[in-house]
């Protein structure tokens, strides 16, 4: 694909014409040397033109299905942005027509689809990359460069966090299609969601968790789930996860609909020489002993146009892959793992593989932290 489209831009078709494909329009009429719109597609075919119109001037085409924007051999990327069912379908069938694919979170609904999508994304070649916008934060990019350098030693304890209380959230109500929004409905169902707020919302954080510890493989998984005000929902509003890994290091998740956080904060890392913290726009670091932690400040980032930009890197110039296929199934896998141990009350542990299933904890993990209880704490 790279040397193919290196001196053209690429053509884009979306596939989607809600809230997100807006977004994602916004981020592509940023490169207009390297990529342009050419499609929409959208089962609300006023909504699709409205998008054209509104994004293109007019100038993109318009489809109703998945199969039909797909086939446009004018189309060299589908940039997916639907309800998170009708992702599977839309990947294999975008990959066995041989175009690059950008795919919105969650990859899909569950392990045996993600590992049908490994095996055709490896067989037809194609270029895929998650839509996992979070990892082109700048604070979030300096707090891994960082933690490469070993700045802090060896990181004992990660917490990511995403939340926002939603008390408005209605999630019945549909936007007019002139408006270019999307039917929220589909979130409140959970043949179309796949699952509530964790495998939402909550795939950002897990991601991001995934991308600071960077290699540390998650051996160990430990979920609590509630619903403190989205009462409409079938499944929660919050999670608690708790994920230990191969290192022995711990990872922290809380995410929410329901919840807010002073500062707005979305990660720390305490290391065995300091720590850091990290939100949106800004990164602190402190190393043990100093007085006062040191702080960097960063414009409001535009991650959508920023995870674009590097897909266009990826796809035409053969840049290292920010969220490949396996990263994306290991987000999935820890997300899976943490509602199956909510649901037993206990401990997963998580295969090596990304797509496979996880499992009852047999045994617990002993890592290098590992602390034998006496019997003298117990009772």
């Keep these: ?12 078709g979306i596939l989607g ?9 916004v981020g592509w009429n940023e490169f207009p040397e390297n990529a342009h719109i050419a499609a929409y597609s959208d089962v609300d075919t006023v909504r699709a033109k409205f998008m054209s119109d509104t994004h293109t001037g007019g100038t993109a085409k318009t489809y109703d299905s998945i199969d039909a924007i797909v086939a446009d051999p004018e189309i060299d990327v589908i940039d997916i942005c639907l309800p998170h069912h009708l992702h599977v379908d839309a990947v294999l069938k975008a990959a066995q027509a041989g175009k690059a694919i950008l795919c919105e979170k969650p990859l899909c609904t569950n392990l045996s689809d993600a590992a049908k999508i490994r095996e055709t994304i490896a067989s037809t070649g194609v270029i895929f990359m998650g839509a996992h916008n979070n990892l082109f934060t700048p604070s979030l990019l300096e707090a891994r460069r960082l933690l490469s350098g070993g700045f802090i030693g060896k990181p004992f304890m990660y917490r990511t966090i995403e939340v926002f209380q939603s008390r408005g959230f209605d999630p019945w109500s549909k936007e007019a299609s002139t408006t270019g929004g999307g039917q929220r409905g589909w979130r409140a169902d959970l043949r179309t969601s796949g699952g509530g707020e964790l495998l939402d919302t909550g795939y950002h954080s897990t991601y991001r968790l995934l991308s600071l510890a960077s290699g540390d493989r998650p051996v160990e998984v430990t979920g609590f789930l509630s619903r403190f005000l989205q009462s409409h929902l079938p499944t929660e509003d919050t999670g608690h996860v708790f994920v230990r890994f191969e290192s022995g290091a711990v990872g922290e998740i809380l995410t929410s609909w329901a919840l807010d956080v002073v500062g707005a904060r979305q990660f720390e890392i305490e290391g065995e020489f300091g720590a850091l913290a990290g939100s949106a726009t800004s990164l602190s670091h402190q190393l043990y002993r100093w ?4 702080t ?9 146009t920023l995870e674009i930009g590097h897909f266009i890197e990826v796809v035409k110039n053969g840049a290292t892959n920010a969220a490949p296929i396996d990263d994306t199934i290991r987000t999935l896998q820890l997300i899976k793992a943490a509602y199956l141990s909510a649901k037993l009350g206990a401990t997963v542990s998580l295969p090596e593989d990304p797509a496979g299933i996880p499992v009852p ?11 034998d209880v006496p019997d003298e704490v117990l009772g």
């Excluded at 007085?291 to 040191?294: I, V």
């Excluded at 904890?361 to 602390?371: D, F, I, Q, W």
């Design 296 to 304: 960097r400040s960063y414009p409001a980032p535009a991650t959508f």
């Design 1 to 12: 694909m790279s040397s193919q489209h290196a001196g053209s831009p690429l053509r884009i």
């Design 291 to 294: 007085p006062e932690p040191s």
């Design 17 to 25: 014409a809600g809230n997100i494909a807006r977004l994602h329009s």
């Design 361 to 371: 904890r047999e045994t617990a993990v002993v890592t290098p932290y590992s602390v």
